[in-house]
C-alpha cells in the first residue's frame, strides 16, 4: 500500500471507568506531547486519541478538557484512521489484524523499560504487562534510554524493525496544574537556605527506580556534612512502611535515627518542591530519561542523578556508586546558589530540545510514520 499524501493518526489511551488525573502516570503525558507533535506535522491531515479502555472520555475530563486532539473508539479508528499508535492501551490482536488487513499501519511506542517490568511479573506472578501478541507491527518506537535493555527484546518479540525516537516534553502541562493548584508563584528554587530539605520521589513499584540508592546517598552526605542537610523526605513509600525489610532498611539511617526522614505518600511535584522540599536526590537503573528530572530543572531545582540523557543539567554522579552521590549533594549545596543563572540556562537550553513543536522533532516522528508504509 502506497502511503496517502496525508494521513490520518490515532494514539491508544486507556481511559478506565472513574476519575483519571494526567499525574497518576506518565503514559497519559507522552500521549498529550506526542498529539501536539502530531498536529504539527506536514503529512498528517488529522490526529486523534483512540480510547483502548473500558472508561469514556468523562472519566478523564480534567485531562482530556485540554487534550489537543479529539478522543475516538476504536469501532471509528478501524475506519476512519491509517496509522495507529499503541502507546497507552495495548490493542487486542484481533482488532489489529483486522485493522492491517484493510491497509491500516500499526506502530507499537514503548515508553518504559519492559523487559525489566515484564521479567519481574513473570517472576513473581504480578499482573502482566507488555503482551507479545501476534499484533502485526509495522516497526516498534522506543526511547534512548530503553534501546540497550529493550531494542533487541522488542524486536524478537515483535518481529518488527525498532526506531529510536527523541523524549518529547514541554512545560505547558506543569504550568497549566500550577495555576489550577494556585501554586505558580512558589515552583521556583529559592536560595540562600542554609541547609537543605531534600526530597525522594521515585515511584517503587519497579526495580528500575526506587529509593534505596538515593536514600543511602542522602544519609551519607548527612554523615559527612550534617549542616548541608536540614530533612530527608521519601515519597512514594507508604506502601514500602508496611514491608519490614525496607523498614530495618530505613532505621539504619542516621538520618531516620535522628528524626530527619519521614517516609511520605504520593504528592504532585508542586506540592513538593519548595513547599516541602529544596532538591531533588534520584536513581534510576536502565531509565535514564524521567519527566520528573524535567520539572525539576524547570523550576531551577537542584537534581542529583545518575542520568546520562539529560544534557549534562543536574549534578550527577556514577552509577549506583554513594559516596559520589553524596559529593554531588554536597557540590550542588556548595555550588547552586552561586550558578544558579548558568543552571537555569543550561536547564532551559536542553528542554527546548525536547519540545513536541520543535521542527526536528517534527521531521524524525514523520519521517518515521512515513516509513512505516515503506516495502509492506
Known amino acids: 500500500m502506497l502511503r496517502p499524501k496525508r494521513v490520518k493518526v490515532g494514539i491508544t489511551i486507556f481511559l478506565r471507568a472513574g476519575q483519571q488525573s494526567i499525574w497518576e502516570n506518565g503514559i497519559f503525558q507522552n500521549c498529550y506531547f506526542l498529539a501536539m507533535l502530531l498536529r504539527q506535522s506536514p503529512i498528517i491531515e488529522a490526529a486523534y486519541l483512540v480510547n483502548g479502555g473500558d472508561g469514556n472520555p468523562s472519566d478523564a475530563k ?6 489537543p486532539v479529539p478522543v475516538i473508539d476504536l469501532d471509528t479508528a478501524r475506519e476512519k484512521l491509517d496509522v495507529v499508535i499503541e502507546l497507552s492501551a495495548q490493542l487486542n490482536p484481533d482488532w489489529a489484524r483486522s485493522f492491517h488487513e484493510r ?5 507499537g511506542m514503548r515508553v518504559a523499560n519492559d523487559y525489566v517490568i515484564d521479567i519481574e511479573r513473570m517472576m513473581f506472578g504480578l499482573p502482566h504487562g507488555l503482551l507479545f501478541s501476534g499484533t502485526p507491527y509495522s516497526a516498534i518506537w522506543t526511547l534512548p534510554a530503553f534501546e540497550k535493555t529493550c531494542a533487541g527484546y522488542y524486536e524478537a518479540g515483535s518481529r518488527a524493525p525498532v526506531k529510536i525516537m527523541q523524549h518529547l516534553w514541554n512545560p505547558v502541562l506543569l504550568e ?3 495555576k489550577v493548584a494556585k501554586a505558580d508563584s512558589t515552583f521556583r528554587y529559592v536560595p540562600g537556605r542554609s541547609c537543605w530539605r531534600l526530597a525522594i520521589l521515585e515511584p517503587n513499584i519497579c526495580m528500575v527506580k526506587t529509593a534505596h540508592i538515593a536514600m543511602l546517598i542522602a544519609d551519607l552526605a548527612y554523615r559527612q556534612d550534617p549542616k548541608c542537610v536540614d530533612f530527608l523526605r521519601v515519597f512514594n513509600a507508604m506502601p514500602l512502611k508496611e514491608d519490614a525489610v525496607f523498614v530495618g532498611f530505613a532505621r539504619s539511617l542516621d538520618l531516620t535515627l535522628h528524626g530527619r526522614a519521614t517516609y511520605e505518600p504520593r504528592l504532585p511535584i ?5 513547599v516541602q522540599a529544596d532538591a531533588v536526590i534520584s536513581h534510576q537503573w536502565e ?9 525539576a530543572l524547570y523550576g531551577g531545582y537542584p537534581l542529583i542523578h545518575n542520568s ?5 543539567c543536574g549534578y550527577r554522579y556514577d552509577g549506583f556508586d554513594c559516596q559520589d552521590g553524596a559529593l554531588a549533594l554536597r557540590r550542588a549545596f556548595s555550588e547552586h546558589d552561586l550558578r544558579l543563572d548558568d543552571y537555569r540556562r543550561s536547564a532551559r537550553d536542553f528542554l527546548s530540545s525536547l519540545d513536541p513543536e520543535l521542527p526536528a522533532n517534527v521531521e524524525q516522528y514523520s519521517a518515521a510514520i512515513a516509513a512505516a508504509f515503506e516495502g509492506r
Open 62 to 67: 480534567s485531562f482530556l478538557e485540554h487534550s
Open 103 to 107: 491497509g491500516g499501519r500499526i506502530i
Open 176 to 178: 497549566r496544574s500550577l
Open 270 to 274: 508542586y506540592d513538593i518542591l519548595t
Open 287 to 295: 531509565n535514564a530519561q524521567n519527566y520528573l528530572y524535567y520539572e
Open 308 to 312: 546520562a540523557l539529560i544534557g549534562g
